[in-house]
Each structure stands twice: as structure tokens, then as C-alpha cells.
């Protein structure tokens, strides 16, 4: 069974780097066509695909954010890292973890999610 | 990026009904189309993918259909724990980007 968790701070304050993990059981990113990606999502508002890193460590991220985020993974402790500078308000929101297999890419498996508040 | 627009982007239906979803690439992902369902305060889940492929445990009253640039998630008989979010995604290209969303609530 495949599951995920993501931890990391409730709060940030504007500016600051946000570090959060995502701890995974039931799989390797060992394994060939495995990934893990990130998604956000604001309050009220729809999902946003941000990174995506595969069991060779290539590593995809979302223009939108692409200068402010680095992904990695740490094979031996199951767990992938999302990082984020300079944090702002509009970053607020529940960011999401989520299992992936080549070749269709689909998110099949979610973490529960962990909100994050960009606040003064 | 591929932009996916979904419509509508809500709609109203009672117990019974059948639903349709549609969305829209604006370009050709061939068949790299994922529904998704997400409920209020929990994480989405995968109803279908590769357009019309159901997800392990998902109810066979999900139906997709689609390739190219059209897709459609069809509900077939509306059940009470359907009324929920629904978002397409594309997973043809980087960013994976998601379509904005259809809220089903009860009419």
C-alpha cells in the first residue's frame, strides 16, 4: 500500500524559505518510471502543479515558479524535499505530495496535504 | 504551457442524474488526460487516466472519453458522494497543469 505524508511549518513569514517533506511507504524511487510530484492549492482556488523529480533525479518544475523552487529526493530515508524562497502571501495554501508512473504520469496516490500560511 | 479549460465550471444536479464534464487542451495531449475528484478539506483523488482508463475502486458510473484536444468525464446516475470537485490534468508535458475546476453541488 502506498502511502504519503508532507510536514513541514504551518507558518512563514513573507521572504522566508519554505522547506516541507514528503515521506513515502510502499514504493522505491529506486524503481524505474517512478515519480513524486508537488501541487499546490490555495484557498478556494484550483490546483497548481509545481515540481516533479523521477527515480533517475531528473527533475521538472513549473515556470511559474521554476526560479524559486528545488526538488531532491533522499532514496535511503523514503522522502522527497520541496524547497521555496522567498515566500509571499500568495503562496499561501495546502501543498499536496503525490505518487506518479511513467508512462501516463497520473497522480495516482495523495498525501493528505499540509497548509501553509505566508503571514507578517 | 497547455492550458486546460474545463466547463462548465459548476453545475447543479440531483441523485440520478447524469453528468457531463468537459475540458478542453489547447493543444493536442493525444490521451494524457486525468480526472481527478476532490471533496471539501481532503486531497484530490484519481478517478481515470490515459482519458478513459477508471482507477483501481472507482465506481464503473465514472466514464471518460476523449483523445486529442476534447475530453468528457461522464457521471452516469449521479450518487450522493459524488457531489464534489472535479479537475482534469494533462500529463503530456511539464507543467502537468490542471483545469480550474467543476464544483457538482445539489440542485
Known amino acids: 500500500q502506498i502511502t504519503l505524508k508532507e510536514s513541514g511549518p504551518a507558518l512563514v513569514k513573507p521572504t522566508q524559505t519554505l522547506t516541507l517533506t514528503c515521506t513515502f511507504s510502499?514504493?522505491?524511487?529506486?524503481?524505474?518510471?517512478?515519480?513524486v510530484g508537488w501541487i499546490r492549492q490555495p484557498p478556494g482556488k484550483a490546483l497548481e502543479w509545481l515540481a516533479l523529480i523521477y527515480w533517475d533525479d531528473d527533475k521538472w518544475y513549473s515556470p511559474s515558479v521554476k526560479s524559486r523552487v528545488t526538488i531532491t529526493k533522499d532514496t535511503s530515508k523514503n522522502q522527497v524535499v520541496l524547497t521555496m524562497t522567498n515566500m509571499d502571501v500568495v503562496d499561501t495554501g495546502t501543498y499536496y505530495c503525490?505518487?506518479?508512473?511513467?508512462?501516463?504520469?497520473?497522480?495516482?496516490?495523495w498525501g493528505q496535504g499540509t497548509t501553509v500560511t505566508v503571514s507578517s | 504551457d497547455i492550458q486546460m479549460t474545463q466547463s462548465p465550471s459548476s453545475l447543479s444536479a440531483s441523485v440520478g442524474d447524469r453528468v457531463t464534464i468537459s475540458c478542453r487542451a489547447s493543444q493536442s495531449i493525444t490521451s494524457y488526460l486525468n480526472w481527478y475528484q476532490q471533496k471539501p478539506g481532503k486531497a484530490p483523488e484519481l478517478l481515470i487516466y490515459?482519458?478513459?482508463t477508471l482507477q483501481s475502486g472507482v465506481p464503473s458510473r465514472f466514464n471518460g472519453s476523449g483523445s486529442g484536444t476534447d475530453f468528457t468525464l461522464t457521471i452516469s446516475s449521479l450518487h450522493r458522494e459524488d457531489f464534489a470537485t472535479y479537475y482534469c490534468q494533462q500529463s503530456y508535458n511539464t507543467p502537468g497543469m490542471f483545469g480550474q475546476g467543476t464544483k457538482v453541488d445539489l440542485k
Open positions: 510502499g514504493f522505491s524511487l529506486r524503481r524505474s518510471g517512478v515519480g
Open positions: 490515459a482519458a478513459s
Open positions: 503525490a505518487h506518479t508512473t511513467a508512462p501516463w504520469l497520473h497522480l495516482d496516490v
